[in-house]
């Protein structure tokens, strides 16, 4: 975007995830990739049954290497009814995690209503490499849908903020304030940049995230808006448990805001022989 003025200069904004939108994307996984090393044949059914979910409200488009790679998503996805909901493009990514490496969508009132904002990406802290494919993908979006392309210059996966799309964001200071993403970056300058190129106005910040999670705490793992006022947010009812005293943190956090607030228990733990 030649523009020298922000997007929320511009008047666009990061909608909701509950906002109506005209597709999801998805990126396929390549067996070859680290994120299924052991069970990748066994992922492939819930894959499935996920876009056919998808496929009975709205179009679905896959990221894809090549044809031969199309291919490999056609034969696990071609048993789906509603096969004109979709449709593939030849994006290649390194893993599968669009959420995280894909594009995150602007929206407003005038011409161009679309826009596509491109963050950098690093692999969660450069954890995974590499992810030279899965950086691009955002622009390579933006190109094939033909709509503007903002640069923040700063490194942030799209599960680690959450917007209830009136003008708040949550997320997580392990994360976004983790030195293995913007080291150079101190906190009021990442908050000038979410302000900036996603049309926030208040930016809630929460603690720690789950212990061992790779991504650093991704507030996707911990809290989501249900409504512009309403928050569903994760709690481990064990004292004992390692995540019972940062998600109680996060709690009480949260429960400084103007919101009401839903409780879901954490799950129990599946250890892996």
């Not at 904004?13 to 906002?19: G, V």
């Not at 070859?32 to 979910?53: C, H, K, N, Q, W």
């Not at 640069?151 to 959450?162: A, C, D, F, V």
């Not at 507030?219 to 004292?239: G, H, K, M, Q, Y």
Request: glycine share 6%; aromatic share 8%.
């Amino acid at each position: 975007m030649s523009s020298t003025q922000t997007p929320a200069e511009l008047g666009y904004r990061m909608p909701a995830e509950w906002e109506p939108h005209a597709a999801t994307w998805l990126s396929w996984p390549r067996r070859e990739g680290i994120s299924f090393p052991d069970s990748f044949d066994r992922v492939l059914p819930t894959l499935r049954e996920m876009v056919g979910a998808l496929t009975e409200s709205e179009p679905v488009c896959i990221n894809v290497i090549n044809g031969a790679h199309e291919a490999e998503a056609r034969a696990v996805l071609d048993p789906l009814p509603h096969q004109e909901c979709l449709t593939y493009y030849e994006i290649p990514t390194n893993e599968p995690w669009c959420r995280d490496h894909g594009p995150i969508f602007l929206t407003r009132v005038a011409d161009p209503k679309l826009a596509v904002v491109d963050w950098d990406y690093n692999a969660w802290g450069n954890k995974y490499p590499p992810f030279d494919l899965d950086e691009v993908v955002p622009t390579r979006v933006a190109e094939l849908l033909k709509v503007p392309v903002f640069y923040p210059k700063m490194i942030l996966e799209g599960g680690s903020i959450e917007v209830n799309g009136a003008g708040t964001l949550l997320t997580s200071e392990s994360c976004l304030l983790n030195k293995n993403r913007n080291p150079n970056l101190s906190r009021t300058e990442i908050e000038k940049r979410l302000r900036d190129f996603l049309g926030v106005k208040e930016i809630l910040w929460l603690g720690d995230g789950i212990e061992g999670d790779d991504t650093d705490g991704h507030i996707d793992d911990l809290a989501r808006f249900i409504s512009e006022t309403e928050v569903v947010t994760v709690v481990e009812e064990n004292p004992d448990d390692e995540n019972y005293q940062p998600l109680q943190e996060n709690l009480n956090r949260l429960s400084g805001f103007a919101l009401d607030i839903v409780q879901l228990p954490m799950p129990k733990k599946i250890v892996r022989e």
